[in-house]
């Protein structure tokens, strides 16, 4: 799947990415049946990943939004961010780009509800199973008991939609998946 990723032609890709984020800002008002009003996204760093630029635009036009920055060995945290974000990101050494250090307060999963976290993967499967990238961010934070009531969505290509994935105990899935084709509610055999 990364060899695929890696050759992806630019111009269908151009074209999937705006397709992709329209889907995605549809899906976010009907994802549950409570106000999402914190929608926590990422910036793409590995090739072929999507970019969410035109949604993370979006959203901030209504909602809080927020970034991931890793914070110490295998935790990562999310930090609000504005209008400015593009300007207030560093690369990690593993060439992951991220909110500065001094950029964005961070997100309390104490006292907020109505979120929704936008989730990478490599490949997932239509029970919602995730394949990640190996370092185990994402399975570490949604498995935290205050994301329980979180609306985990996957963000992919159609192509990373697979009959069936490996998974391990820790991982973690999610209850809907979005690709440039459309929205996959998991468990279903179809798309909308």
Known sequence: MRMVLANLDRRWEQAAHGELCNHLSKLIPMCSSEPIRHVL???PCFPGEVDLAGFIGEMLRSRAVYLPRVEGAGCMQFFRIDDEWASRLETTPRGI???EASYGQELNLDEVSGVAIVTPGLAFD???RRLGRGMGYYDRYLA????QGAVRIG???S???LAEIPVDHHDVSVDWICHERGVLAVGSEGSS
């Not at 935290?144 to 994301?147: A, E, G, L, Q, T």
């Open 144 to 147: 935290d008991p205050r994301m």
């Open 41 to 43: 996204a990422w910036v």
């Open 159 to 161: 192509m990373q939609v």
């Open 126 to 128: 239509r029970h919602g």
């Open 155 to 157: 963000v992919c290509w």
């Open 97 to 99: 780009l991220q909110p």
